[in-house]
């Protein structure tokens, strides 16, 4: 999962970071009485910098254009679900659904087609975090009163998904959740 | 006497912080209990802890980093006693009207008062929302007046180029500006521009109260103002604890003072816009929000950091790297606070990068990433801070047996639960769950994990608060005449 190259890439650069602060320290702690160190401790170091905003470029420049605002932006979804969330539930439609009386359906999904979520709040801010079977979130937007989310997304395992809400709203925040099948 | 009276006044802030800080530790200890089913809180219960704990930590620190920018300011500039006081009154008395909120009125809507929850139903009691914006607006106006102060006193003595220190983008600059004044001026800029938009969220969410349905407010403008204020001012007050750094680890490693350059004066002054649009990662989930926006968000974000790792954390690594200098408990802590803080950044930028805040957003890596440059960073300068404050004597401050061996079960207490948290993210277990479905099988375990090490970390933080609390009742019992030198 991507999570597991996250954490462990995390892991890496803060191990790395305190291999240096820790060698760093042990050279203080035994350096000579006298040596004189630098006059000052600003000066200089502007290639560090330099190096740092390249890095950070080619960074952004990867990750960047895998923003989810760009996902499957030039294809016609197969299917388009509607979703509300109202304090502690969500509707999931293929029909768009009545804000007075919000009503929902069992969802069935096609296996690798895009598929679009509308996800608009009938209340408060929620979250809207699609858990694959193995309970990993694969892909996630907000719910907003007011506003409509397009969320497109394509599914390539069948089985059990779960939607859990990720935006706090209220007590019953924790046991706000539905599911839907891919197959 | 005016520096006795400063010195008076900050051991005073020094106190409350610490004896805040300990209750919110120990609710953050219930909510891990909690979410490790080792007790049973009923979610009302667990979600005004939560409100409580994050509202306090978040003032603490950002007055924690206020005083002490106050009180190191004198060096250069006669500062507002006035404003200080008027602050910590106004301090006192918001953070008294937050908890009777939070626990008579079972006020919960989480630290950041998304729009509209305040206004739905929460199980609360009808006042208190109206008190809890009175309390913000309380503890803004409070906050506002003594930065405007404090700015205002470092424009009497440095025209406006020479406080962003400007001159030293030229080749001979004429006058010199400590670093701590540009870093104070920078920061201060930030922070009152958080304050105001403060203000602003707090007149729409009252316009809205009194108009009684015929003023409905946006949704997503609201989102962005309360993350503009929420996340500025959680920022800014780290770089006041930096600021701190910057101004005492020289003398206290008994190696010469910092001074401004080029490039130092130019990346603060880039860092200032660049902390001023980073809050926009917080809304990188909602699709509706103008994609020009996510993507300056993604680099404003990575590009905040540049000026406290490369100049900040580059300077700390040359000023003691091959040289002996004093290691004494104040330099130990401002140290550790770097690394923590540098390792928080890390992960805040791996959150911060669209493609991966997908699958990050709102899990346990948020609070992954804040509490290590918080618990383990910012809270860890203050702490150097008073110390030093307390004693205003290296030779007072060196590390006994005892104390190392706290340093060491500080570090341990800190990995132990701040990795809970971050493996939580990486299994996308959500923050802000009471309890987790069942299905979510490693996040109890995990949360019992963070717990057990939490209380480590109050052990220590107890030990610190004892040390600390003592010589600051000294300092506020003594008589006029002997503190004074
Ligand atoms: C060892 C000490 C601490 C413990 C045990 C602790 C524990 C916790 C826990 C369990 C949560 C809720 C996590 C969740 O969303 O499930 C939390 C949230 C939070 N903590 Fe801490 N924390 C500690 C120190 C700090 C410090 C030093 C700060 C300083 C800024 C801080 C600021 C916050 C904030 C702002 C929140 C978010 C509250 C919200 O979601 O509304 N914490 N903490
Ligand atoms: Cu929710």
Sequence with gaps: ?183 | MESLKLKKITALWVITILVLFLAAIVLGILMRLNQAEVINQEPLTFYTNMTTHGLTMIGIWFVAGMAAVNYLLQRYVKTSYTANLFAFILTVLGVVLLWLCTYLGKFNTGWTFLYPLPFKDLGAAPWATPLFLVALTILGLGWLVWSVSMMAKILQRYTLAQAFAWQHLSKQPKSETPPFILITMITLVGVIAALIAAVIVIVLFFAEYFSKGSFVNDALLMKNLIYFFGHTIANEMLYLGVAVIYEIFGELSGRPKWKTTWYVSLAWNSALIFILTAFFHHLYMDFVQPEGLQIIGQLASYLASLPSVAVTVFSIIVAIYGVRIQWSITNCLFFLGVIGWVIGGLGAVIDATISNNIVLHNTLWVPAHFHTYNAMGNVLFSLGFFYWFTTQHVSKLVISKLTKFALIVLIISGIGFLMAFYIGGADSIPRRYSTYPEALTTGPALARMGAYFACLYLLVILMFFYNIAKRCFAILSAPSSSVGA
């Design chain 1, 1 to 183: 999962m991507k999570q597991d190259s996250i954490l462990l890439f995390f892991c890496l650069l803060a191990i790395t970071a305190t291999i240096v602060f820790v060698w760093v320290f042990r050279s203080s702690i035994k350096a000579e009485e006298r040596t004189p160190g630098i006059k000052n401790a600003l000066q200089k170091r502007f290639w560090f910098l330099l190096i740092l905003v390249v890095v950070f470029g080619i960074f952004a420049s990867v990750t960047l254009p895998k923003s989810p605002y760009f996902a499957f932006a030039e294809e016609v979804p197969a299917k388009v679900i509607h979703v509300a969330a109202l304090q502690f539930s969500f509707f999931l439609s293929e029909k768009s659904i009545d804000p007075k009386s919000p009503s929902g359906d069992n969802i069935e999904l096609p296996l690798n087609k895009v598929v679009e979520f509308r996800v608009t709040s009938l209340d408060v801010n929620h979250g809207f975090a699609i858990y694959n079977p193995q309970m990993r979130i694969v892909t996630q937007t907000q719910a907003m009163p007011g506003y409509i989310n397009r969320l497109r997304y394509k599914f390539t395992k069948p089985g059990i998904y779960h939607v859990l809400c990720l935006e706090y709203c209220g007590v019953g925040h924790p046991v706000m959740q539905t599911t839907f099948i891919v197959k």
